[in-house]
């Protein structure tokens, strides 16, 4: 225990100290050196070296001053997916040098992640010359959606980018003989359907990147991913058929005292590692490799710690092989299902029979599906309801028979009749699952709660598995503290308007703009937010699909604003869309014109812009401003109109107002002086994307608010923003990314502009 605390310590440490925090640790462990005492020394030893690791890896991002500056690339691919035209590259960086004098060295880059266009052929292993763009590691920040900035820190990615076809990419060496490589083009060549050879990857050979996006979408909503990659089942299974088989032999050459011998516990154990490595030895194989041998050993008996010494080391280990495990919701759930199986089964004795063994894996199923659900619900967000009970199918199914199978097959790759029996009988087997998913999940879908639910419902379910789990607790107490526990859940009610109140959410889309408005029963969208070039739109990870929208105002159709809709239509139900008249839009829209107006449970919206006939106006000239008040509060949003449409406004708002969404994400096209000081809104924001090439907002601009003493707030470096309008006074929106500033909850800073592109 004190070495797997000393890990994590490390990992903190490193997480929240700096360099002079370092140099006294050092100090530290030099004196405990010369007082000779070595336990001491050994945990300030490791808590030392896994602090120094994170400290590397957060020194090694890329330097703000090289963001979209051009840079050359030397290094291996290990890791490649191809979508259409483009290509998702991760590249292990050997050389690094701008292509511009006078900038920033980037040698300390070690790992980094490239899309590509229309690239060459590229294979994992090889060594290539990139030149490439690169930004420091971010994502977008939304409350209740996907992390992708501290996916790509917990994954060692230290920037991400994009290659350049000037100059063109250039092979340096070929890849090196892989044997995994060699398995998945073999796979390639069997006369298997598509979804069977992915699953056959995936299962055998921890190839995850094979499964499609309809794979990873059947798993989650049947909470079976763990199912699905190289985890402790899979090196489990290997290292316990290479025991039995070893065991076996030792029976076989000693019958007298073939239970003494070590040997068979150290076969299992290098069975374990080799297959983990031919695997790839991915964070979840090598986790599970280290959480398996320690699991040998302490199974062995020989010398050998009892289950929760050997659960504590294995914690230690994992962390001093890897720090940025701590980060992943995996190591934490492996860890916590470990601990709980220990828990629930310490002192029974072991099952005999059949019979035995089948209760043995219900029970166990049915006690760890309910703190396995709130550790995922804590973790991702998201429930899904029918996995206890797929979980019993599905558990022994791909454990005894199609892992064996998917094996075997490869065990018997030199008898091609043999192997492609076995392989035959895993597609089926997956088929046949594949079909009992997808009617479980049609039946109970996957389930993302409210955000005001998840931590007592994750409590509950926790509370509800110790209950039923721990020994020694009477029937009755059980049976009378689970309807309570159940009805844990309902007590909190998430934040919902009351007649007369507005939430206003802008929510964090990059170069681009989605705002949400909600009223006690009317929600609405102001645009939906960009499509990017390779097809992304940050709508559709906003919420889970099924949701319902009664009005989807367009301010006008450019693809930063328009560009979700796509993913809208695809996954949500809309009641109307309203976009400017002459607007191309893939939906049927009623025009939205100066002078319509609608009223929500007290809230009034009110239409300024465009007129009904827009003859000789731009396409940004044509956006649709919305004018919003909500109690004494008014909220307005101008699209991307410019200074034209904004002097045309200037007799119309009722200056001033508490919330302004500047026009055209802060560019100098818009937000005129007189503009500004006829509205002398509250709190601007500016909906941008963090150092996009625009330079939004421009300084002038921010200034000149600032002259006006609004608050400055930037989604860029804020997050998503929320307010309400219509509550007393009114309050400053709350950030996702950062805590209140100070003054009226804002910052009195100027937006850096963006870094300007070096000339070639």
């Known amino acids: 225990m004190p ?104 040698e300390g880059l070690s790992r980094i992640r490239l899309s590509a266009y229309d690239p060459p052929t590229l294979t994992v292993g090889e060594r290539w010359r990139l030149a490439a763009r690169l930004r420091p590691p971010s994502g977008f920040a939304n409350p209740g959606a996907f992390d992708y900035r501290a996916w790509l820190w917990r994954e060692g990615i230290q920037a991400t980018g994009y290659v350049r076809d000037d100059p063109p990419p250039r092979k340096l060496a070929d890849a090196p003989f892989s044997l995994r490589r060699a398995a998945l083009d073999h796979l390639e060549d069997q006369a298997l359907s598509p979804r069977p050879r992915r699953w056959l990857a995936a299962l055998t050979l921890g190839a995850g990147e094979r499964l499609s996006a309809d794979d990873w979408a059947l798993l989650n909503a049947s909470g079976t991913t763990h199912l699905m990659v190289i985890s402790g089942l899979h090196v489990g299974l290997v290292a316990g058929f290479a025991l039995w088989l070893a065991r076996g032999l030792a029976r076989g050459l000693a019958p007298g005292g073939w239970r003494m011998a070590v040997w068979p516990w150290w076969a299992a154990g290098v069975s374990a590692v080799t297959y ?25 008996g020989r010398h050998a710690p009892g289950p929760w010494q050997a659960w504590w080391l294995a914690m230690a280990l994992v962390v001093l092989a890897d720090p940025l495990s701590v980060w992943r919701p995996g190591f934490w759930l492996s860890f916590a299902a470990v601990a ?25 199923q049915l006690l760890l599906a309910p703190p396995m659900a709130g550790a995922v619900l804590l973790g991702f967000d998201r429930l899904a309801p029918v996995a206890p009970l797929v979980n019993l199918v599905a558990v022994p199914l791909v454990g005894s028979l199609m892992v064996p199978l998917g094996l075997a097959g490869w065990a018997l790759a030199w008898a091609p009749p043999l192997s492609g029996a076995c392989w035959a009988l895993f597609a089926w087997l997956g088929e046949s699952l594949a079909s009992l998913l997808a009617v479980a999940t049609d039946l109970l879908p996957l389930w993302q709660p409210d955000p005001a639910m998840v931590l007592p419902l994750a409590m509950a379910l926790a509370a509800l598995g110790l209950v039923w789990g721990l020994p020694g607790l009477d029937i009755r107490l059980r049976w009378s503290a689970t309807p309570l526990l159940a009805a844990l859940p309902l007590w909190p009610s998430p934040a919902v308007p009351v007649p007369g109140e507005l939430r206003v959410r802008v929510h964090d889309v990059g170069q681009g703009q989605l705002i949400e408005l909600r009223t006690a029963s009317y929600r609405a969208l102001i645009d939906t937010g960009p499509r990017f070039a390779s097809g992304f739109m940050p709508l559709t990870t906003l919420w889970p699909p099924g949701q319902v929208f009664d009005d989807i105002i367009v301010s006008h159709g450019d693809r930063d604003h328009a560009g979700g809709l796509e993913g809208l239509l695809d996954h949500h139900r809309v009641g109307r869309f309203l976009a400017p008249p002459e607007d191309a839009l893939p939906v049927a829209a009623e025009p939205c014109v100066a002078g319509r107006r609608w009223r929500r449970d ?35 949003v101008t699209g991307d109109a410019g200074a034209r449409v904004e002097a045309t406004l200037l007799e119309r708002p009722e200056g001033p107002v508490t919330v302004l969404v500047a026009g055209h994400h802060g560019s100098r096209t818009s937000s005129t002086p007189r503009f500004v000081q006829r509205l002398r809104p509250r709190h601007v924001i500016f909906s941008a994307g963090r150092g996009n090439r625009f330079g939004h907002p421009a300084p002038e601009v921010v200034r000149r608010f ?35 500033g100070v003054g009226e909850d804002c910052l009195a800073l100027e937006s850096p502009p963006s870094m300007p592109e070096a000339r070639r």
Not at 706 to 718: E, I, K, P
């Open 602 to 636: 007290g809230v009034a919206f009110r239409l300024l812009w465009p007129p009904a006939r827009m003859r000789g106006l731009s396409d940004n000239d044509r956006s649709c401003v919305l004018l919003i008040r909500a109690g004494g509060h008014d909220l307005l």
């Open 340 to 364: 709980w199986l220990i828990l629930i089964w310490q002192g029974r004795p072991r099952p005999r029979g059949a019979r035995g063994w089948a209760w043995a894996l219900v029970r166990t």
């Open 276 to 300: 983990a490595g031919l695997a790839g030895l991915e964070p979840p194989a090598a986790r599970a490799t280290i959480m398996v041998v320690v699991g040998l050993w302490a199974a062995s």
């Open 3 to 106: 070495l797997a605390l000393a890990a994590l310590g490390g990992v903190l440490s490193g997480h929240l100290a700096s360099e002079a925090w370092l140099q006294g640790l050092g100090l530290v462990l030099l004196v405990a050196l010369a007082a000779r005492r070595w336990q001491g020394v050994l945990l300030l030893g490791v808590f030392l070296a896994v602090t120094l690791q994170v400290l590397l890896l957060k020194g090694d991002e890329l330097a703000p001053g090289l963001a979209r500056q051009d840079l050359v690339l030397e290094g291996r691919l290990v890791a490649v997916s191809r979508q259409t035209r483009l290509a998702r590259l991760t590249l292990e960086v050997e050389r690094c040098r701008p292509r511009s004098p006078g900038l920033p060295a980037c």
């Open 706 to 740: 600032r002259r006006q003493g609004s608050c400055l707030w930037n989604t860029a470096r804020d997050g998503a923003l929320t307010l309400w309008l219509g509550r007393g006074e009114g309050e400053g929106p709350q950030a996702a990314r950062r805590p209140p």
